[in-house]
Structure formats: C-alpha cells, structure tokens
C-alpha cells in the first residue's frame, strides 16, 4: 500500500540547535514529496516539494529536506531552530493511479522550540 | 489577494440536521479538495475535484457529497450529520498542470461538531 509515515508524534528542541522532523514513505514509481506546517488555528501552508533534481531542497523559512531513496526517506531539518518554528509539521506523498492523483498526508508530528 | 476561503468557521449542530460548508477559491485552481483532520490520524481526503463537473471520492467519502457547478466552488455537504463527522475540516485547491504536482493552498478550517 502507498503510504507516509512521521515516526514521532512530538520532537522537542532548543532554541539555537539544529532539527530534523522525520518522514518516511513507500509509494511505487517516483515520489513527488511534499512538506508542510500548520499553526495553531491556521490551514496548512507549504514549506518545500521533491519532485525530481538534488537530493538536498530548499524551502521557505529556512527549512530544507532530504530525499534520501534507499532508505526512503524525506526528512525535513533546519540548522538552527527558532522558537517560531513551534507548529505541526505533516509529510505528504503523492499517489497516482489510474483513476485518482491526490496527496496522502501523514499524521503528523509537533515540533516544540524551547527558548 | 490568492486565498481559500471557507465558512462557516465554527459550527455547532444536532444530529441529522443538514449542513453545508462553502469552499470558494480565486486562483482560478482546476484541482480541489476536502480534508478532515482529527487527533492521531492527519489529514484525511473526503472528496476531490479535478475540474468542474468531475468529483471524485477521497479514502473516507461516506455521510458527505460535493458539487463542483463553477470553477472556483467546491461546497461539502452532509445531508444526515452525525457526531463521528465532529472534525476539523479544510478545502484545498492546486493548479493541477499534470497532475498534483504543485503545492496545495489551504483554508483557514472549518470546526464542526455534531451534537
């Protein structure tokens, strides 16, 4: 089955030190990978894709993710964690078949910067 | 401003009355979507559009229906709500040049809870 996992409900960091937020994925065929944060009360906004090109991608807000495809993984990091980049973070994938394209969206996992 | 809007925000209602929560977007998107978010499970598709007049079912369509008459609507309704339809629900909309390929823009959520 084609899916998205976030192994870690909760990731905890200090302010000032680097931080990854893990995804890992299984899908057949080339996966289009997404990120994207949720503030509180807020819809969710994009923060970076793979689609296809460098392993290493850059998105908003200082956040880049890694495509890693033996390990199939896509885990999104920032060198230096700012207390503002507290919120939800959801990996999604995309799923293709011949009667549907449509993002699957994993369950999450919240990020807490602590000053 | 590129936006999604949804209303109403907040919803409280009985069991069985009908309800309908509007989506509307002005980026002239082929593509969108509903979701509903709920603790420990992500976001999950309800029902999908990938241009006006198609309508697709998501991984959990049962107890909603969707219409797609214009472009920029995409309207969910629940005929017979019930307190397992209790959620948070968003409507998301892409460009949709071959496929969904390009970041999906959120609404703000609608907050439903079924009594």
Known sequence: AQSVAQPEDQVNVAEGNPLTVKCTYSVSGNPYLFWYVQY???GLQFLLKYITGDNLVKGSYGFEAEFNKSQTSFHLKKP????????LYFCAVRVVSYNTDKLIFGTG?????FP | EAQVTQNPRYLITVTGKKLTVTCSQNMNHEYMSWYRQDPGLGLRQIYYSMNVEVTDKGDVPEG???SRKEKRNFPLILES???NQTSLYFCASSLSEGGVTGELFFGEGSRLTVL
């Open chain 1, 40 to 42: 509180p009360n807020r």
């Open chain 1, 80 to 87: 230096s964690a700012l207390v503002s980049d507290s919120a």
């Open chain 1, 109 to 113: 996992t919240r990020l807490q910067v």
């Open chain 2, 64 to 66: 909603y229906k969707v």
């Open chain 2, 81 to 83: 709500p019930s307190p």
